[in-house]
């Protein structure tokens, strides 16, 4: 298993595999109201969107020893609303089921971690759902704090 920096060539696995693995995180309520079908359109449109909009991205894949995906990290330079700089932010780790466990998230941060240094920022962002508390503590016990709340409120 290795770690790499990839591009554009591998989009399309890269798609599927966080499609498959962010159907994990949908609302239950939101599966019976979409179904997979609808998810996985919307999906592929929010991804692309997200892709095509403004500010340098990078994909960290750990591939296995054929060189399939199994595992992917994707950064994005954004600005920061608060300090009004740009910085990076992680807008996913996934890690196919079956490899889990196995220290690839760990690997797929430190080297998305080391880019950014390369690069001169000095910090790094992104959103854990809170009900996660399994990924809060991953993220925390690899020095990430918590340092805004996401607030939302059902309308009816």
């Not at 599927?16 to 159907?23: A, G, V």
């Not at 919307?42 to 595992?71: C, M, T, Y």
């Not at 992917?72 to 700089?85: F, G, H, L, P, R």
Request: with cysteine.
């Amino acid at each position: 298993m290795r770690i790499e920096e990839v591009g554009e060539e591998r989009l399309e696995e890269i798609i599927k595999l966080d499609e498959e693995i962010s159907w994990e995180f949908v609302e239950e309520k939101v599966k019976k109201k979409l179904g997979y079908e609808e998810y996985a359109r919307r999906h592929r449109d929010l991804f692309l969107e997200l892709l095509r909009s403004p500010g340098e991205q990078k994909f960290f894949a750990a591939l296995d020893d054929n060189g399939n995906i199994i595992g992917v990290a994707w950064i994005k330079i954004v600005w920061d609303t608060v300090n009004y700089v740009k910085f990076p932010y992680l807008m996913d780790i996934n890690i196919k089921e079956e490899h889990r466990g196995k220290g690839i998230g760990t690997l797929l941060l430190n080297a998305v971690e080391e880019f950014c240094r390369r690069r001169g920022y000095d910090k790094i962002g992104l959103r854990v759902e809170s009900s996660r508390g399994d990924l809060v503590n991953w993220y925390k016990k690899r020095g990430y704090v918590v340092r805004s709340l996401y607030m939302e409120k059902e309308l009816k």
